[in-house]
């Protein structure tokens, strides 16, 4: 199965760069470019991409608030993976926030940069679990209600969502409690379904908001 | 109720103890001197009481007037009381070498001496801050240092105009106002001691009073000038400390570094880590097109152009870092790093000196008065040059291009356009660089416009027009 890209960046030479590292991959096929936010909406309507490569800084229209529009139109498709030259905190939460799935460095080694694309379109784990976790935790305020907070969850799927939290991988965490992959699968399925989340990214920070989690 | 009333408590209410002067045992414990909001403090816990009212207060009160001659600073009072003689004879000394020089300056030799003898007054005023620091606990911050100052020419002006050279004059006229009164405590105590042994017959019924007159007026004599060195740590952080123009002059100083720095920190991500991160894309994707995995395509062409971006690209965020590295070079050497952060106009020479190296052809206008234009605005004008012709290069080439830097009525307007290029080697993306989107926001700031598009003849033109006016 082959994962349609949109590329968005204001800088022409960062997209022909992307667009020949990602497309000398055979899974992936690049079938759009952005230079605003604006454009982006624009692109994505047209092309119905998997995943959208989002630059946080762009004139007209920003990449944060492009993600939030992308969202509202549909939560499931595309999902949204920020690129950014630099690791400015606040900038990578309110992506976050705004419901990317996850982000990843400009300079970051063209496999890492591909892997990300893959996992943020198959939603098995988190993208870079412990920057994005630490990062989630240091920007929500510690309530410290407990587990009170999230009651509708069974034993179960607390825990889950724990190690979820904790940036473990579906495998990780099939190997951590003894259960099949498909299991987890099903589990991480009804938290998200609970919380209202749409991918993990999300639940771990409604984790860390309702309190579940404490930084 | 007197048990749980402290020393200290008793001293602030007490009236043999001025307690309008700050007291050395306080100024040990908070440097910054005796705030009024302390002994506020002390009033509503300790019902004030003019009069002693019994024995007990009396006793509490002379122990209060011991702890506070034999305080934990005492030894260092002691001896600035001691120096109260000697430093008044070397205040005087300098004003007569003062209105000595001005004397010869008269007679036209004495210029250069009056420089020394301020000079000299100045290093004794850092002693005396060091006296007061280390005798008596009184922190002086230190104001302005004219020997920091950079260039001969800038320390003597500042030598001679600075406030605080002038107050540590008047604060030499204070040392010796406070030289003549020792003296004149110590000649009365003696005259009245000797007059006391001396004038007087002595004989069985009288000595014993006549002995404790005398030990008071040695104690009166202490007690005043224990008071002269009250005196001097009270009048001394005023003449010798820095004035409230450059307290808050440093502070203005301090916010304004931050803010260079903050800019300086924004101008970094910009210029320098946009230029490399698209130099990194570029080369990354230049090496796999030159060995592609699987059976795609060898592509030259692409990695030539790439080579030519990482090129123009590298040079631009070099000249960036060259200027970076200056600033903070700057600031390193204690001057101060306004002056040298915002590029200005006339730095636009050498920033296109650059870009004809690197091949562009380009001309520069700037018809306006340096002065005319603020230094923020300067160096916005500065960005929007350095963004235009960066991005001529980088998406048209090099073709004829045309720098200009204008002054329309009460706007100034900068603008960068170039002719048709000869190839069109790389797309005109709508977006421009990076940099434009962040000139968008600053052109907006200063409440100016920028346009940016395609000209009719087939070339770019970048145009930023910013109120003069109210922009300073």
């Known amino acids: 199965m082959t994962l349609r890209l949109v590329l968005v960046d204001d800088d022409v030479l960062v997209r022909s760069g992307l667009r020949v590292i990602l497309e000398s991959e055979p899974d992936l096929t690049v079938v759009g470019e952005a230079g605003t936010g604006r454009e982006a909406l624009e692109v994505a309507a047209r092309t119905d991409p998997d995943v959208v490569l989002m630059d946080v800084r762009m004139p007209d229209m920003d990449g944060i608030t492009a993600t939030e529009r992308l969202i509202a139109r549909d939560p499931g498709r595309p999902r949204v993976l920020v690129l950014t030259t630099f690791e400015d905190d606040d900038y990578l939460f309110r992506s976050l926030k705004a419901g990317a799935s996850g982000f990843a460095l400009k300079r970051a080694d063209p496999d890492e940069l591909v892997d990300a694309i893959r996992i943020v379109a198959r939603g098995s784990s988190l993208v870079l679990p412990d920057l994005t976790r630490r990062l989630i935790a240091s920007h929500t305020p510690s309530r410290a209600r407990g587990a009170a907070a999230l009651p509708e969850l069974t034993g179960r799927e607390a825990d889950v969502l724990r190690l979820v939290a904790a940036g473990l991988s579906n495998a990780e965490i099939a190997a951590e409690m003894f259960l099949s992959r498909e299991t987890v699968k099903t589990h991480v399925s009804g938290v998200l379904l609970k919380l209202g989340a749409r991918d993990r990214t999300q639940a771990v920070i409604a984790a860390y908001e309702s309190g579940f989690m404490t930084a | ?472």
Not at chain 2, 149 to 177: C, D, E, F, I, Y
Not at chain 2, 288 to 297: C, F, I, K, Q
Not at chain 2, 355 to 376: F, I, K, N, W
């Open chain 2, 1 to 472: 109720m007197i048990s749980s009333v402290s020393v200290r408590d008793v001293r602030a209410d007490h009236p043999a103890v001025p307690t309008w002067l700050p007291h050395v045992g306080e100024e040990r414990s908070a440097p910054t001197g005796e705030s009024p909001g302390g002994r506020e403090r002390q009033d509503r816990t300790v019902p004030t009481t003019t009069f002693p009212r019994s024995a007990a207060e009396i006793g509490a009160g002379l122990r209060g007037v011991v702890a506070a001659a034999t305080g934990p600073g005492w030894p260092g009072r002691v001896l600035y009381a001691l120096a109260l003689l000697p430093a008044g004879a070397l205040g005087l000394a300098l004003y007569f070498a003062l209105f000595g020089s001005v004397v010869a300056v008269i007679y036209g030799v004495g210029l250069l001496l009056i420089l020394l003898v301020l000079a000299t007054i100045r290093g004794v005023a850092g002693l005396e801050r060091r006296m007061l620091r280390s005798l008596l606990g009184v922190d002086v911050p230190a104001g302005e240092r004219v020997r920091r100052q950079p260039g001969v020419r800038t320390k003597v002006r500042r030598l001679v105009t600075s406030a605080g050279t002038w107050r540590a004059v008047g604060w030499l006229g204070a040392r010796v106002l406070l030289g003549a009164a020792t003296l004149a405590v110590l000649f009365f105590a003696t005259v009245l001691c000797v007059a006391l042994r001396f004038g007087l017959d002595w004989n069985v019924l009288n000595a014993l009073p006549l002995l404790a007159l005398m030990a008071l007026v040695v104690l009166a004599a202490l007690l005043l000038l224990d008071l002269l060195v009250r005196l001097a740590a009270a009048v001394g952080p005023r003449l010798l400390g820095a004035g409230a123009e450059q307290r808050i002059a440093a502070l203005q100083a301090g916010g304004r570094r931050l803010a260079d720095r903050n800019r300086l920190a924004r101008d970094l991500h910009d210029t320098i880590g946009h230029a490399l991160t698209a130099s990194l894309l570029q080369a990354t994707a230049a090496r796999r097109t030159l060995s592609p995995g699987g059976d795609a395509p060898v592509q030259p062409e692409f990695a030539r152009q790439a080579l030519q971006h990482i090129e123009t690209n590298t040079r631009a965020a070099l000249a960036e870092l060259d200027r970076a590295l200056s600033v903070l070079r700057a600031e390193d050497d204690g001057r101060d790093l306004a002056p040298f952060a915002p590029p200005t106009l006339a730095d636009l020479d050498e920033l296109l000196v650059g870009l004809r190296d690197g091949g562009l052809p380009v001309a520069l206008t700037v018809d306006v008065g340096t002065d005319e234009v603020p230094a923020a605005l300067q160096a916005l004008a500065y960005r929007v040059v350095q963004e235009g012709t960066t991005n001529v290069l980088r998406h048209a080439g090099t073709p004829v291009t045309v720098a200009q830097v204008l002054r329309l009525g009460d706007t100034l307007a900068v603008s960068v356009h170039n002719e048709r290029p000869e190839q069109q080697d790389s797309r005109p993306g709508p977006g421009g660089g990076r940099g434009l989107a962040g000139l968008h926001e600053r052109t907006r700031a200063a409440g100016g416009t920028l346009t940016a598009g395609p000209t009719p003849s087939g070339g770019f033109e970048l145009c930023v027009v910013l109120p003069l006016a109210g922009a300073a």
